[in-house]
């Protein structure tokens, strides 16, 4: 549970961060996502239970702060944590490099898929396709440059309080 707890509470502060940095680039109009990073530390680092209810409530935070069917945060990025949960025994996951080279694919599967989901709703989607690019490289350019400070910032954060990755956990297994 507390393992749990750490990470989820990691994923709050990444959201007040991007949150923060969004705000910051409104007057330009560029939108930061990276819902990739929501899940990629959870899903290569820890039990299938236990990130899987971090990622889930990080998500749920997500939703409440965004225009977007509530719900919709949380169920994709625990759809994303699934499925590299089920392909990080065929991955080098202990890698700083193959975790943002991880979070980078994440984030674009993500991005993607929120994009067409939301851009259908719109009376002229083609219109819209360039400035999603352009948020799409930007939000890709940033996820690069912060990664591994969140990864490290993880890792720390479950060192102090004294949880290791994939020590056994009665609460979420």
Sequence with gaps: MRRTL??????VL?????????HALSTLHIYLSIGG???TYAALA????????????????CDAATPVAFGLHALLFSAAHYALF?????VPRD????????????????????????????????AVWPRIAFDL???????????PWFFALQE???????????????AFG
Excluded: K, M, Y
């Excluded at 750490?6 to 994923?11: A, D, G, Y």
């Excluded at 089920?86 to 065929?90: K, Q, T």
């Design 14 to 22: 990444l959201w007040l961060v991007v949150s923060q940095f969004n």
């Design 156 to 170: 720390r954060a479950l060192a102090l309080a004294r949880v290791s990755p994939d020590e056994h956990d009665r």
């Design 46 to 61: 820890l039990p299938l239970r236990a990130g899987l209810a971090a990622v889930f409530l990080g998500g749920l935070v």
């Design 6 to 11: 750490v990470i989820f509470l990691s994923l």
């Design 95 to 126: 890698e700083t490099v193959a975790r943002v080279v991880i979070a980078l694919l994440a984030n674009l599967a993500l991005f993607l898929v929120f994009s067409f989901l939301e851009v259908s709703r719109l009376p002229e989607p083609a």
């Design 37 to 39: 990073l929501f899940v």
């Design 137 to 147: 490289i930007c939000s890709q350019v940033f996820l690069t440059v912060i990664a």
């Design 86 to 90: 089920r392909v990080r025994d065929r």
